[in-house]
């Protein structure tokens, strides 16, 4: 029996570890034991998830609310700055986003990026992580400013999505998914974050959207 909870201990490193890097959860509940968790989409899926009314702190210790972001569509996903796997993939593809959006002229389109490790991530972290990528922040805000706790039952029950961090670890288990919202501030599609074409996807749908 003593050897239970090591081995125990290991298998949870591992799970952190192995989710971080890019194995998107599946799951569209917050029970995901049935579900494929080794195997993140290859295109975008259609989804419809209401986003739960939140108000947080941005890099510039500023507070960004779901009610300032209805209006328009914005694009939303969760990293954490100390991240060793998917963040390195996640956040070159938002700015190569970026960069696409404001070619486009759809400058009205913002981007958000949760923070999966709150306690870590501070407000001036968070900005020295987003001018590593070339971030406008007047158009793409990372957000902390909540406990873990918060974050993971805000991804779970607004995007269906995990955020997991282990007591001990330093790396958190976390969806690679970026996510489409509605002006109503509904998420209506998801796309595999760790692809570069998925910004372009991401583009050429808005465009649809606002042509109907």
């Known amino acids: 029996m003593k050897m239970i909870k090591p081995i125990g201990a290991i298998l949870l490193a591992l799970l952190v570890l192995n989710a971080c890097g890019g194995n998107e959860e599946n799951n ?10 080794n195997a993140q989409p290859s295109a975008s899926q259609d989804i419809n998830f209401e986003i739960e009314d939140f108000t947080y702190t941005n890099q510039d210790k500023e507070k960004v609310s779901l009610e300032d972001l209805k209006g328009t569509y914005w694009v939303a996903d969760f990293i954490f700055t100390s991240c060793e796997t998917a963040c390195l993939t996640m956040s070159p593809n938002m700015a190569r986003m970026q ?4 070619d486009e002229e759809m400058e009205d389109v913002h981007l958000i990026s949760f923070s999966a490790d709150p306690n870590v991530d501070t407000p001036e972290v968070l900005k020295e992580y987003g001018k590593k990528y070339g971030a406008d922040f007047s158009k793409w805000d990372f957000l902390t400013g909540y406990s873990q706790k918060e974050i993971e039952k805000f991804a779970a029950d607004s995007f269906k999505t995990l955020v997991s961090k282990v007591e001990g670890e330093d790396q958190v288990a976390h969806g690679t998914s970026f ?3 509605n002006p109503e501030g509904q998420a209506i599609k998801k796309y595999p974050g760790l692809k570069a074409s998925s910004s372009q996807s ?7 959207l606002e042509n109907q």
Do not use: V
């Open 179 to 181: 996510y489409l919202i």
């Open 99 to 102: 960069q696409q959006l404001k």
């Open 202 to 208: 991401i583009i050429e749908d808005i465009k649809k």
């Open 28 to 37: 569209e509940s917050n029970t995901a034991a049935d579900q494929n968790q």
